[in-house]
Nanobody, 122 residues
Framework: QVQLAESGGGLVQAGGSLSLSCAASGSVFSISDMGWYRQVPAKRRELVASISSDGNTNYADSVRGRFTISRDNAKHTVYLQMNSLKPGDTAVYYC????????????????WGQGTQVTVSS
């Protein structure tokens, strides 16, 4: 069984920095894209940043230049460094990964972390 475990997040003042990490564990055979999404109440979950297995990145316009996504393939871990945080970045942040499990390597499935709260005070 595959699981994603997030860490990081918390409360920070505007202009500050936070970092998130998310590690896949269990019967991981391979991971393609990994990413971070965020969601606020009554709104749809939105993509923050994503990274392919060979390191190509994609960012939402609202975070480009302030956030950096990276990954460590050997550790099955994706990171999100968030700088110059704004109150508008306040949300629950979710890790996402496209994973092929050793239990059935025919299929790639979509996995989500449990979410971690990021709160930016003004």
């Amino acid at each position: 069984q595959v699981q994603l475990a997030e860490s990081g997040g918390g409360l920070v003042q505007a202009g500050g920095s936070l970092s998130l990490s998310c590690a896949a564990s269990g019967s991981v055979f391979s991971i393609s894209d990994m990413g971070w999404y965020r969601q606020v109440p009554a709104k749809r979950r939105e993509l923050v940043a994503s990274i392919s297995s060979d390191g190509n990145t994609n960012y939402a316009d609202s975070v480009r230049g302030r956030f950096t996504i990276s990954r460590d393939n050997a550790k099955h871990t994706v990171y999100l460094q968030m700088n110059s945080l704004k109150p508008g970045d306040t949300a629950v942040y979710y890790c996402n990964a496209q994973i092929v499990s050793e239990e059935d390597i025919r299929y790639q499935n979509d996995y989500w972390g449990q979410g971690t709260q990021v709160t930016v005070s003004s």
